[in-house]
């Protein structure tokens, strides 16, 4: 098959595996998204959702947020990882939003990326769940079959993200991404697949002999 191809056939394939496309982050609208996603580095979705209601009881909006002090935010999101950091990020952006932004999150991949803790794929997150604007966060899942199914050269998680827009309709993006994820979680997976062992990669590359070594994000 030609890398087109594979793209179709993957797409087909994840469709139909999942046909909904729920939000692994619990949230209540854009800004606790955007608080999620922003706790989700180097932590579990399913961490995060253990931690974020007693967050998002105490705030739930930018003012509330803003309100409390860092020691209390880096209290409730302690079993995250990277407290002290993620907790001054999050009410610094609180602030920010308050200040310059109308309380509101903005709609806008510059404006996001301006708020502290907030890079791209955060902000990709956000406008594609949250705004419905075509956007392919890539993450460690993603990165790592994405380089299995040979989409990518997986020099860089930048590059990954370029090469699957290029490649799969625009229309596509905001589902097939979520999709990936699931896939990567429930069937090929760092450990139990190195792109000879789930049925998608078998699929894809019926001759493979060797396993697919997958450049790390």
Same mark, same amino acid.
């Given at each position: 098959?030609?890398?087109?191809?594979?793209?179709?056939?993957?797409?087909?394939?994840?469709?139909?595996?999942?046909?909904?496309?729920?939000?692994?982050?619990?949230?209540?609208?854009?800004?606790?998204?955007?608080?999620?996603?922003?706790?989700?580095?180097?932590?579990?979705?399913?961490?995060?959702?253990? =931690?974020?209601?007693?967050?998002?009881?105490?705030?739930?909006?930018?003012?509330?947020?803003?309100?409390?002090? =860092?020691?209390?935010?880096?209290?409730?999101?302690?079993?995250?990882?990277?407290?002290?950091?993620?907790?001054?990020?999050?009410?610094?952006?609180?602030?920010?939003?308050?200040?310059?932004?109308?309380?509101?999150?903005?709609?806008?991949?510059?404006?996001?990326?301006?708020?502290?803790? =907030?890079?791209?794929?955060?902000?990709?997150?956000?406008?594609?769940?949250?705004?419905?604007?075509?956007?392919?966060?890539?993450?460690?899942?993603?990165?790592?079959?994405?380089?299995?199914?040979?989409?990518?050269?997986?020099?860089?998680?930048?590059?990954?993200?370029?090469?699957?827009?290029?490649?799969?309709?625009?229309?596509?993006?905001?589902?097939?991404?979520?999709?990936?994820?699931?896939?990567?979680?429930?069937?090929?997976?760092?450990?139990?697949?190195?792109?000879?062992?789930?049925?998608?990669?078998?699929?894809?590359?019926?001759?493979?002999?060797?396993?697919?070594?997958?450049?790390?994000?």
């Amino acid at each position: 098959m030609t890398r087109a191809e594979r793209a179709a056939l993957i797409d087909r394939r994840l469709a139909e595996l999942y046909p909904e496309t729920p939000i692994p982050l619990d949230h209540r609208d854009p800004f606790t998204l955007l608080i999620a996603v922003l706790l989700s580095a180097q932590c579990t979705d399913a961490r995060v959702n253990q =931690v974020t209601p007693a967050l998002f009881d105490l705030a739930d909006t930018p003012e509330a947020m803003a309100a409390l002090p =860092v020691e209390v935010i880096q209290g409730i999101i302690r079993p995250c990882g990277l407290s002290p950091r993620k907790a001054a990020a999050i009410s610094g952006l609180s602030k920010i939003l308050l200040e310059k932004h109308g309380g509101k999150v903005p709609a806008d991949f510059d404006l996001l990326e301006e708020l502290p803790g =907030v890079g791209h794929k955060t902000a990709s997150v956000v406008m594609a769940q949250s705004f419905g604007v075509p956007a392919f966060p890539v993450d460690t899942h993603i990165h790592r079959l994405a380089q299995r199914w040979e989409l990518t050269s997986g020099r860089s998680v930048e590059q990954t993200e370029r090469d699957l827009k290029k490649i799969f309709p625009r229309d596509h993006w905001n589902r097939l991404h979520l999709r990936i994820i699931f896939y990567g979680r429930e069937h090929c997976t760092a450990r139990g697949c190195d792109g000879t062992v789930c049925p998608l990669c078998r699929e894809l590359f019926p001759r493979r002999k060797r396993g697919k070594m997958a450049k790390k994000s």
